[in-house]
């Protein structure tokens, strides 16, 4: 089987990877996102649309969580951001999540990891360790998703499945546990 290349490019580069290869933005793990303005003017929206305030804890987070480099932890977020109580964090996480704002990834191991909402960055996929339950955001060329979301509405569609969105996670052992 074939192992597609990595390559880390820059955010907004206007690179084109060769097809088949994974994308990798080391600095927010994806490539693209909502610009930072908007990005606080939708959760504001949703928080209220959930009856919800957009503290200054919260916002925080999400900033924390639109910088991270990827899916973190509540002790990768407590570390990052030592201000920020730890029963709050947890609490806020929730709230989000209840929002439509986070979205909660659960590996392999202890502990949970949290990203901002996919409409609220941009599409991509998850490469998650077995061993050490790191998760790696990872792109797709665009060749290759669109190939890749026809497939998947054959296999839905062969099973009477309406697909609203999909996520694609691959389990394997990273470069650190290996």
Request: hydrophobic content about 35%.
């Amino acid at each position: 089987m074939n192992t597609p290349e990595t390559t880390d490019l820059p955010p907004g580069s206007g690179t084109r990877a060769a097809p088949g290869t994974v994308l990798i933005d080391s600095r927010f793990g994806r490539l693209g996102g909502v610009a930072a303005p908007e990005l606080h003017d939708v959760v504001s929206t949703r928080l209220r649309s959930a009856e919800q305030r957009y503290t200054p804890g919260r916002r925080r987070l999400v900033s924390l969580l639109a910088g991270g480099g990827g899916p973190m932890t509540i002790p990768e977020v407590l570390e990052r951001d030592g201000s920020l109580a730890q029963s709050s964090v947890y609490r806020n996480l929730g709230v989000l999540e209840e929002a439509g704002v986070v979205v909660r990834i659960v590996t392999t191991d202890d502990f949970a990891r949290y990203e901002l909402a996919e409409d609220l960055t941009e599409h991509h996929h998850h490469l998650v360790c077995s061993r050490c339950g790191s998760v790696a955001d990872f792109s797709l060329d665009p060749d290759v998703e669109s190939e890749l979301a026809r497939v998947l509405r054959r296999a839905a569609r062969r099973a009477s499945f309406t697909i609203e969105h999909h996520r694609l996670d691959l389990v394997g052992v990273c470069g650190s546990c290996r």
